[in-house]
């Protein structure tokens, strides 16, 4: 495996915490940030963070670093602009929640960049650098885009660095990846939205007195920057759609149950369900692959369609 060097823009949770975790792993590496008063406090730690981008960008394609985008996608088409113009062949990958749109905005303002997409599905409903962990991703799924014609190479450097940070890759196509987190991150976001406003929207404060752990497990992503979640459920649209169909489909058969019959067992037994599904998933197989021969893009996309995880490359 390779110690390639990371540059990481954006030192917020995720970036923040992938910068801890690259050099717990004996990487070098080194970031900015858009707020002075961000990096000043990574310095103050001990890392090397500026809020200079163009040169972090020159020393990456100087050092031939992997580059990880960790900002808001709203952010994203100037950040690239900055790639294309400063170091346009740069090794690029990014921790954005969505794929489509981040694909579509490299290919728009740093076509030729060598790009594979990726995304840790790790965090907390805290935010900014001092909320970084170096174990955030420990057996986290790390998804690293596997649609045809990406940059093979650069496929492994992103692959090596979420092992380095001790997640699990789960290799998807773009557009599947947007569907899956549509219906398992971004609607929980929502759905603990409306828990929340449920909660809170009385005229006494009696149900919030007696608030317990059901409701703050069902709130917790609630305490996230609104901000952030808007980036990331917006940027979502078309997948999230669906999901939201989908609830509410099940919501409302929920209702008329309720209504008709008092009944709750068809919500109460397919959410216990799907609920062991999820925790029987917890250890997926791990699989070791090879990046040559026919299509190996495409074997990568069969690995996380079946659920696996890839665990080293074949000798």
């Known amino acids: 495996m390779t110690e390639r060097a990371v540059c990481v823009i954006g030192t917020g949770l995720i970036g923040g915490s992938l910068m801890r975790a690259a050099e717990k792993a004996g990487r ?50 100037e950040v690239l602009r900055r790639v294309d113009a400063v170091a346009p062949e740069v090794r690029l990958t990014d921790a954005v929640s969505v794929k489509v749109a981040v694909a579509d905005a490299v290919a728009r303002y740093a076509p030729r960049a060598r790009y594979v997409g990726g995304h840790p599905m790790a965090g907390t409903s805290e935010s900014g ?27 492994r450097d992103v692959a090596e660095l979420a092992w380095a940070c001790g997640a699990r890759v789960v290799p998807a196509a773009a557009d599947e990846h947007d569907l899956a987190v549509a219906r398992v991150s971004h609607l929980p976001h929502l759905l603990a939205a409306v828990l929340a406003a449920v909660g809170a929207g009385g005229d006494d404060a009696l149900p919030l ?13 609630a305490g996230t920057r609104p901000e952030l ?25 929920m209702r008329g149950a309720l209504a008709s019959t008092g009944g709750l ?25 090879s990046l040559k021969g026919r299509a190996p893009l495409a074997a990568l996309r069969a690995v996380g369609r079946r659920g696996a995880v890839v665990s080293g490359w074949k000798a």
């Open 28 to 77: 070098a590496v080194w970031g900015t940030s858009a707020s002075e008063d961000t990096a000043a406090e990574a310095r103050a730690d001990g890392f090397d963070v500026t809020t200079d981008t163009d040169d972090a960008l020159r020393r990456a394609a100087d050092a031939d670093a992997l580059v990880v985008l960790a900002v808001p996608l709203p952010v994203l088409p």
């Open 265 to 289: 067992t068809a919500t109460v037994f397919a959410g216990h369900a799907g609920r062991e599904r999820w925790a029987a998933s917890r250890d997926p197989k791990g699989v070791k692959v």
């Open 209 to 221: 007195a007696l608030a317990a752990g059901s409701f703050a497990d069902g709130t917790r992503v």
């Open 129 to 155: 650098w001092s909320a970084g962990l170096a174990e955030l991703f420990v057996d986290a799924a790390w998804v690293v885009a596997a649609d045809d014609g990406l940059d093979l190479d650069v496929w």
């Open 229 to 253: 979640v808007l980036a990331m459920c917006e940027g979502n649209r078309d997948a999230l759609l669906g999901a939201v169909d989908d609830a509410l489909g099940r919501l409302g058969a």
